[in-house]
C-alpha cells in the first residue's frame, strides 16, 4: 500500500538552528500538507502546497518557515531559527485530489511523523 | 470561529464493549467532517467520513453519527478490541479557495482493557 514516508523519525536540535524535515508524498498525489503535534495536544494545520505554491498558511506559519518541493519526489519543511516552541511532532500529509469535489473528499494520507527536540 | 472539540479525553472500555466517543463542533457552515485515529508515535490514520447531506454513516465496525441541530457529531465502535486503543480525532475539513485544510479537535484517548 502507498504511504508517506518521513524522515528523519526524531531529530534533536539547538535553539537557533535550522532544521529540514524531509518527506515523501504518495507518488501520484497533487496535493501536499504539513501539520504539526505539539506533546499531548491537537493536530494543528501549518501549510498547504500545490503546483509548486503555498495554497494557504496558518498563522503558525510565519517567515521562520519554509515549503520546498526540490524534486519530483521530496517536500521539506525548514525552520529556519527554531525555538523551543518549535518542539512538536511534524506530519507531512498528501492527497490525490483538491478534496470535496463531488463525490472525491481528497483523503489525507498522513505520515508517521518528524519529532523535533529544540533544545 | 473555527472550534472542533471533544467532550471526554479518555475513555475506558472492556473488550467487547461498544464505544462511543463524542465531538462538538461550532461553526455551523460545516461541511465535511473525518475521524482519524492516531496509535502512539504514528501519524493519524483515516476512519470514516461524513458529509453535512448525512446523518449517519457506517464503515466496519464504526458507525459515525451527526447532528447538525446541535452541532455535534460521535464515533461508535462496535465490539472494541485492544487494537482499538488510541487517541481519535474528529476534524472538520475547510474549503477555502478551493483548497483544503483540516482543523482538529483535542482529541480522546480510548482504552480497551482485555
Known amino acids: 500500500e502507498p504511504e508517506v514516508t518521513q524522515t528523519p523519525s526524531h531529530q534533536v536540535t539547538q535553539m537557533g538552528q535550522e532544521v529540514i524535515l524531509r518527506c515523501v508524498p504518495i507518488s501520484n498525489h497533487l496535493y501536499f500538507y504539513w501539520y504539526r503535534q505539539i506533546l499531548g495536544q491537537k493536530v494543528e494545520f501549518l501549510v498547504s502546497f500545490y503546483n509548486n505554491e503555498i495554497s494557504e498558511k496558518s498563522e503558525i506559519f510565519d517567515d521562520q518557515f519554509s515549503v520546498e518541493r526540490p524534486d519530483g519526489s521530496n517536500f521539506t519543511l525548514k525552520i529556519r531559527s527554531t525555538k523551543l516552541e518549535d518542539s512538536a511532532m511534524y506530519f507531512c500529509?498528501?492527497?490525490?485530489?483538491?478534496?470535496?469535489?463531488?463525490?472525491?473528499?481528497?483523503?489525507?494520507?498522513f505520515g508517521e511523523g518528524s519529532r523535533l527536540t529544540v533544545l | 470561529g473555527e472550534s472542533v472539540g471533544l467532550h471526554l479525553p479518555t475513555l475506558s472500555v472492556q473488550e467487547g464493549d461498544n464505544s462511543i466517543i463524542n465531538c462538538a463542533y461550532s461553526?455551523?457552515?460545516?461541511?465535511?467532517f473525518i475521524w482519524y485515529k492516531q496509535e502512539s508515535g504514528k501519524g493519524p490514520q483515516f476512519i470514516i467520513d461524513?458529509?453535512?447531506?448525512?446523518d449517519k454513516r457506517q464503515g466496519q465496525r464504526v458507525t459515525v453519527l451527526l447532528n447538525k441541530t446541535v452541532k455535534h457529531l460521535s464515533l461508535q465502535i462496535a465490539a472494541t478490541q485492544p487494537g482499538d486503543s488510541a487517541v481519535y480525532f474528529c476534524?472538520?475539513?475547510?474549503?477555502?479557495?478551493?483548497?483544503?485544510?483540516?482543523?482538529f479537535g483535542t482529541g480522546t484517548r480510548l482504552l480497551v482493557s482485555p
Open positions: 461553526n455551523s457552515a460545516s461541511d465535511y
Open positions: 476534524a472538520d475539513l475547510f474549503m477555502n479557495t478551493g483548497f483544503q485544510k483540516l482543523v
Open positions: 461524513i458529509r453535512s447531506n448525512m
Open positions: 500529509a498528501s492527497s490525490e485530489a483538491r478534496g470535496f469535489a463531488g463525490a472525491n473528499t481528497g483523503e489525507l494520507f
